[in-house]
């Protein structure tokens, strides 16, 4: 039996220190060219046990050349408990067709210094 499709085009674990700065990147390719993601929406979720725990949609912004652009500012980083947590990264083109860029772990760490 073959299998058709993917749950995701990348997989990846994703190690996060809650309340740091996290950045990341992507590339979206199709037979080796990058897509233009110009116009493109992007969403990227955290899920604990099956419930979506964050939205981290203003965390992505995508390019021209494929580029999808993870920043995730402290103010949000701090608002994920230590733990172990699925996300997702979802792309929808401008005909509202979606397509699922990465999934995977995110490990969330605790935090242990702090100057302030």
Not at 67 to 73: E, G
Request: aromatic content about 10%; overall charge negative; proline content about 3%.
């Amino acid at each position: 039996m073959e299998t058709i499709g993917t749950d995701a085009l990348i997989k990846a674990k994703l190690i996060i220190v809650s309340g740091i700065t996290f950045r990341c990147s992507f590339t979206y390719k199709q037979d080796g060219t990058p897509v233009d993601l110009t116009g493109w929406d992007a969403y990227m979720d955290f899920f604990k046990n099956g419930e979506k725990v964050l939205d981290a949609d203003e965390c992505v912004a995508t390019g021209s050349q494929g580029s999808v652009q993870v920043h995730i500012p402290p103010s949000v980083t701090s608002q994920l408990e230590e733990g172990i947590y699925d996300y997702d990264i979802v792309l929808e083109d401008t005909n509202h067709d979606n397509v699922r860029l990465v999934l995977g772990k995110a490990l969330v760490k605790k935090r242990y210094s702090y100057d302030g």
